[in-house]
């Protein structure tokens, strides 16, 4: 294929098309019991893409998405990608100064949203300059109010024959700014290529080795990368379906995969201890998951998931930057790894003068792709923070990570997150997976305390299973037997639930602001002595 040729065919809506013309109106997705082929997606997309064409909405503007899991959030962002715009989503728990920043720095020109959101939206609307238009959704029938700009109802805008003029995309055009978590300043927003959202989709088809006979189910937020990316991506590249849910539901999650024959899940590492803290069934092996796919599972969990579900753990390394550099595949696996060397990466460990390392010795992991226009194109207005990121033309991850003789990849820590306390390195992954396996516990959070000396304290902050309880003593006594004395916490703060964000990862950034609270148990203080 001509060189032209595939930076043509390389783009989101020419997958869809395909599958089109492959399955016709064969089920892709479905949502509170209602099937939505892939022609039902390729109409109803077309008929946003002409709306907004309406509007005024063109190659390059940016629309900035408030909305939760539900068909018309795919619509949307395949409407979009045939405009050759680009979608912003925002993660609905935002508001204030964070929701300004995001719509403002992102240039959104319009918001598409739903109506019971505008209690976010509303506020701070005078302070969006760059806001032309707003287009509601409405499930109510409620009356919106003044909001002193233009506003459209959704089900007016889309009234129309889906007939637009269709410009030219091709595979280097962005789709998409994905925001980061910003726990070291400003978020910043990830300007990605639709070649990038085509990569991710085969990388992970390939690992998992995904069929159109597969049914993934999708339960994380369609504002996060992971769900639009790992699982509606994955299921268009193999022809297979999706199982959109509202919402990621503890209880709710074991009735909806066996309801709708689910195969497949997209996990994100907190969401394994929570499963296995349910009650345990007689019928916990009887269910259709034969894998789950996602990255942060410590060896204990990966066993223990395995054995008491009866189904397969593929882990990897991604970032919303970079993609999946490294991963595993079912006939390559190795509990406690994320995986070898993924095709199209080249990846080196290096020390902190840029020097790789030797085998099994902690460095930061940098990267870079061999096919064109497969991560990030630049951080959104950020070019100097693209350009400390692409330092010595490889992107550095910020991430620790060792490897094997056998080229296996091991997650060690955030450089941002590791400890150093009087003279010793310290991974707060280590220690939250050693902590995590007392039984008392739900999940932790290692974090550094300032110290009255200098360099680190070590704080973990924790929350119990339900029914449990657990003195920091007794804490303290277990980790006595599993790590070495410099990495045993100091002090131990017990929470009845971890600041997390919307996609369930905790906050650790707010753990450090919040510090040694009165609530916190200090070692020192109570007279613990530690034994070496």
Not at 120 to 129: A, I, N
Request: negative net charge; glycine residues 8%.
């Amino acid at each position: 294929m001509a060189a032209t040729d595939i930076a043509h065919e390389r783009v989101i809506q020419r997958e869809l098309k395909k599958k089109v013309e492959q399955f016709g109106n064969r089920e892709f997705f479905c949502f509170r019991d209602e099937t939505f082929g892939y022609l039902d997606l390729d109409r109803e997309s077309d008929r946003v893409a002409a709306g907004l064409q309406a509007l005024g909405v063109g190659k390059g503007d940016k629309v900035g998405i408030i909305m939760n899991n539900r068909p018309e959030f795919l619509f949307l962002w395949f409407g979009l990608c045939k405009l050759g715009a680009v979608e912003v989503p925002i993660n609905i728990a935002h508001r204030g100064d964070v929701l300004i920043y995001m719509v403002d720095h992102a240039d959104c020109r319009l918001i598409v949203m739903e109506a019971q959101f505008l209690d976010r939206v509303e506020p701070v609307l005078k302070d969006l300059s760059k806001v032309e238009k707003l287009v509601i959704l409405n499930d109510t029938d409620t009356a919106i109010p003044s909001l002193g700009k233009p506003v459209m109802d959704w089900r007016t805008v889309i009234d129309n024959d889906g007939k637009f003029e269709e410009p030219e995309v091709i595979w280097s055009d962005p789709f998409i700014i994905m925001f980061t978590s910003g726990t070291t300043g400003p978020s910043k927003g990830s300007y990605m290529p639709h070649n990038y959202a085509l990569c991710m989709g085969e990388m992970v088809t390939l690992g998992a080795e995904y069929t159109d006979s597969d049914r993934l189910y999708n339960a994380l937020p369609l504002f996060h990368g992971n769900a639009q990316l790992l699982s509606t991506m994955p299921a268009l590249m193999s022809g297979g379906r999706v199982v959109l849910a509202e919402r990621f539901s503890l209880t709710g999650f074991w009735p909806d995969v066996k309801k709708y024959g689910c195969t497949a899940f997209n996990y994100i590492g907190i969401i394994l201890p929570f499963l296995l803290a349910l009650p345990p069934e007689s019928s916990d092996a009887d269910n259709p998951l034969r894998i789950l796919v996602g990255g942060g599972c410590s060896a204990e969990v990966f066993d223990l998931v395995e054995q008491r579900f009866n189904l397969k753990i593929l882990e990897g390394y991604g970032m919303s930057e970079i993609g999946l550099p490294l991963g595993s595949r079912l006939s390559e696996r190795r509990k406690g790894s994320v995986g070898k060397v993924a095709p199209g990466y080249e990846v080196k460990i290096v020390d902190d003068n840029g020097m790789e390392v030797e085998n099994n010795v902690p460095g930061e992991l940098l990267i870079r792709t061999q096919e064109p226009y497969a991560m990030l194109l630049e951080y959104y207005k950020m070019p100097e923070k693209t350009v400390e990121a692409w330092r010595d033309c490889w992107f550095h991850t910020g991430d620790y990570l060792t490897r094997d003789e056998e080229g296996y990849y091991y997650f060690v820590d955030r450089k941002k997150d590791a400890l150093r306390r009087r003279g010793e390195n310290i991974s707060s992954y280590e220690v939250e997976k050693i902590i995590n396996e007392h039984p008392a516990i739900m999940e932790s959070a290692a974090i550094a305390a300032k110290s009255e000396l200098s360099e680190d304290e070590v704080m973990v902050c924790i929350t119990l299973k339900p029914g449990a309880a657990l003195e920091p003593e007794a804490l303290i006594d277990f980790c006595q037997e599993k790590m070495a004395y410099f990495m045993i916490p100091r002090y131990v703060r017990i929470l009845p639930q971890l600041p997390k964000t919307h996609t369930l990862r905790v906050q650790k950034n707010v753990l450090r602001d919040q510090g040694v609270t009165p609530d916190t148990w200090d070692r020192e203080k109570a007279g613990y002595k530690l034994k070496r």
